[in-house]
């Protein structure tokens, strides 16, 4: 029997369970009119039935999806000669693969001999032997998880916590996926990263002051024997960074104090809408807007002044996404400024404030922590940027502050070390490991500042 | 069960009430200002009195030695007529409550004497308000200026979230009334002393003025307002949200004050009206039903709905 044949007869099974369970209770106080003796609403009855149908049987389709082909592999390498169980792992496995695709049909490589027939035959045999075990055993349990709880269906027996309990149960996994995912990140570049911390001592890394990654492919190569300072991918970072910071802020403050306190409401409905499309281009499109237009356009200001402008440019990346970012921290300032109670303004101007003095003196220092909080989970947004630097920032790792020199981040390192064909034993593809690492932490960071300080400054008007 | 017919009736006559409302008093007496500034005006007998909501003002709309006056007031929230042709003087030094039932319009025409309607963008506001003979409502009068001397207490106490000090010296600060650091001190010491709040705080100007209690912050607000000494103070239920003791200390505090402002307070407390008003203007759907000196109006209301308000069988 087919997978897909099982779920749906499980599925039957299931909308079965539920009737007759929900049946079944109406029926162990006599009918719809006594309704009132059950301690649930018959419904409950019905799913708590369900559960008991559903749930075991696709538990043990799970299990059994993981466990099996493990336990025919072994089954299968147990039956062959000593020869070929002694045989290096990786053959072993090439062996495996090979019974395996002559079983279902597939392109085996090399001669097809005997042993590899018999086996493969034995693998078929194998299968098919789990196959109809497994259907046998989920229908099982599918009808004795139906029948248990169908026995236990009875006027004083609480169905709805039981369901509930599910539910609550299945809105906990819900929840905890994101939170495994990111242990998961964080554990997966952890290690990597310690591997890439064995080759090369933490103390060079941070400290270093060159990066030029490059390694020797062949033992007689000569100088590219890497160098992993990612000093100059720091500052490169917090440059541009700083230049986003130094356009987004201001913009996106001003913005926000017009939106919220001068603005008619025709403008606002207007700019809003707008600005949240200028959230919705995807970076990549900023990229190309910076290196196609913003960057020949500084590079040109630049000379017509007599600076010596690099083509890619930190000044022209960080302008583009400085731009990015406005929307973010005009939204999150709006509110901030939006949140603060009206009679806070409301007394301001009966006390003859103008409108500036109300915003400076009143509704700015009382938004402050909000923006403030804006501010940082925008830098973060900046720090972990990427496509835009990739396209319009350069790959020259520059220990430099100068704005209008070529410098490189930690994103574009990070992507130009793991684009293409990679070794996973050289420090090169690892380091980019210990560059996310850093990233990481970093964003973090600031995002746990920053949504602290927000939380704090909502706790103060609710 | 009288209540409970009269009120009916009254719907049918508020419904009804913008077509009849130029014309003829309910029964002939000339119980609005319109007629004349003298007290004397007419009374009429306790069978034959006003029990419609006609649009016409029964009492004493005028007073002597009037401070603020407005005349022919309309407020319009949208389509939504909020205040229909009220009109009423202030005195000096006078204490005047405004009380109705919610809803009846009588914040709206307080936040008029200040132009706090002005930040709402849907209210219109028609008529004249003249505050010692200016018209407030003219072009070349900047609402900044008028504030500065309308000052205006909140229902909830609304310190903003500075220490103590800066938010009396707020508005000195923004309207340059001291020149250096002692003067301001001076004013922030009697505005507090003034707002009976100087003994509690004296060691903790420095401290927030969110962190007072609610009656505390109530009187950081009045201090506030006196702080910019203004001429006028209004009073948007200013102890609806503070305990017995905390409003006998306002009120306490509403009596010292009306001896150098005049004072327009919207309360839904009658007891409140009755200790702190000399005058009491009773509001009904957005019509001033009835002004008349506070002891008359729960004594000797004239209008049946007034009766009925302060007799607590509608409201």
């Known amino acids: ?462 | 069960m009288a209540a409970m017919t009269e009120s009916s009736g009254m719907d049918e006559a508020t419904a009804a009430a913008p077509a009849v409302k130029p014309q003829a008093p309910a029964n002939g007496k000339a119980g609005d200002g319109q007629v004349g500034r003298g007290r004397d005006a007419a009374r009429p007998d306790k069978d034959a009195r006003h029990s419609a909501l006609t649009g016409r003002t029964v009492g004493q709309v005028r007073c002597e030695n009037p401070f603020i006056v407005a005349e022919n007031i309309d407020v319009f929230y949208g389509d939504n007529h909020a205040i229909k042709d009220v009109t009423l003087e202030i005195g000096r030094n006078q204490v005047v409550a405004l009380i109705g039932p919610s809803g009846c319009g009588k914040s709206t025409f307080l936040r008029c004497l200040n132009r706090m309607n002005d930040s709402i963008d849907i209210a219109r506001v028609t008529g004249t308000i003249t505050l010692d003979g200016q018209d407030i409502y003219s072009r070349d009068l900047d609402p900044v200026v008028l504030r500065a001397r309308v000052g205006m207490v909140f229902q909830k106490p609304n310190p903003f979230p500075k220490s103590i000090y800066d938010n009396v010296a707020y508005g000195p600060r923004i309207h340059g009334l001291a020149a250096d650091r002692a003067e301001l001190d001076e004013i922030v010491h009697v505005s507090l002393e003034r707002a009976g709040l100087l003994k509690e705080v004296k060691d903790r100007l420095d401290e927030p003025g969110t962190g007072l209690s609610g009656g505390q912050q109530q009187r950081l607000c009045i201090a506030r307002t006196i702080a910019v000494n203004p001429e006028v103070i209004l009073m948007d239920e200013p102890c609806s949200a503070l305990d017995p003791i905390a409003t006998a200390r306002i009120e306490d505090l509403i009596d010292e004050l009306s001896a150098n402002y005049a004072i327009v307070i919207v309360t839904h407390s009658m007891q409140q009206a009755a200790r702190v008003s000399q005058r009491v203007a009773y509001f009904h759907l957005g019509t001033l039903v009835e002004v008349d000196e506070t002891d008359r109006i729960f004594t000797n209301p004239q209008h049946k709905l007034t009766e009925d308000y302060v007799t607590g069988r509608i409201g």
Do not use: C
């Not at chain 1, 099982?6 to 009119?33: C, D, E, K, N, Q």
């Not at chain 1, 190309?288 to 020949?296: D, N, Y």
């Open chain 1, 1 to 462: 029997m087919q997978t897909t044949t099982l779920i749906l007869l499980l599925g039957a099974m299931t909308f079965i369970a539920f009737y007759l369970g929900r049946s079944r209770s109406l029926a162990t106080v006599g009918g719809a009119a006594k309704l009132a003796k059950l301690h649930s609403l018959p419904g409950y009855y019905g799913y708590y039935a369900a559960i008991w149908v559903l749930l075991p049987s696709l538990a043990l389709v799970l299990l059994w999806t993981i466990v099996e082909p493990r336990v025919i592999v072994a089954l299968i390498i147990k039956s062959l000669p000593q020869a070929e169980q002694d045989l290096s792992a990786g053959e072993l496995n090439l062996l495996v693969n090979n019974i395996r695709n002559l079983a279902t049909g597939d392109v085996v490589s090399g001669d097809i001999s005997v042993l590899l027939r018999e086996a493969s035959v034995r693998f078929q045999e194998l299968t098919a032997t789990s196959r109809q075990l497994l259907v046998t055993l989920t229908l099982g349990f599918a009808v004795f998880g139906g029948a248990y709880a169908y026995r236990r269906i009875a006027p004083g027996f609480r169905a709805r916590n039981r369901v509930e309990q599910v539910v609550s149960a299945f809105l906990i996994a819900a929840s905890s996926i994101a939170i495994l995912t990111t242990i998961g990140i964080v554990l997966s570049v952890l290690f990597e990263a310690i591997r890439f911390f064995r080759e090369v001592p933490v103390t060079e890394f941070l400290f270093g002051l060159t990066w030029s990654p490059q390694t020797a492919i062949r033992a007689d190569q000569v100088g590219s024997s890497g160098s992993f300072g990612a000093v100059p991918l720091f500052t490169g970072t917090l440059l541009i960074t700083a230049i986003a910071m130094f356009v987004a802020v201001p913009v996106g403050l001003m913005t926000a104090i017009y939106l919220a306190e001068y603005s008619t409401p025709r403008i606002r409905a207007i700019t809003k809408p707008i600005l949240e499309i200028l959230a919705g281009i995807p970076t990549v499109v900023y990229g190309f807007f910076a290196a196609l237009t913003v960057a020949p356009f500084v590079r040109r200001a630049g000379e017509a002044i007599g600076f010596d402008v690099a083509s890619e440019s930190a000044l022209a990346a960080g302008l583009v996404m400085g731009i990015m970012i406005i929307p973010l921290v005009s939204s999150l300032s709006d509110d901030a400024i939006n949140a603060v109670p009206r009679a806070m303004r409301d007394g301001a101007l009966a006390l003859g404030s103008t409108r500036s003095e109300t915003m400076l003196r009143v509704l700015l220092p009382a938004a402050l922590p909000g923006i403030v909080g804006g501010v940082l989970l925008a830098v973060s947004r900046a720090i972990g940027e990427t496509m835009i630097v990739v396209m319009a920032a350069g790959l020259a790792a520059n220990l430099t502050i100068n704005p209008l020199e070529a410098v490189t981040t930690v994103t574009v390192q990070i992507v130009t070390l793991l684009v293409g064909d990679q070794e996973f034993d050289s420090a090169k593809t690892l380091a980019a490991f210990a560059l996310g690492l850093v990233l990481f932490v970093v964003t973090l960071g600031l995002n746990v500042i920053g949504l602290k300080v927000v939380r704090r400054y909502r706790e103060a008007y609710d």
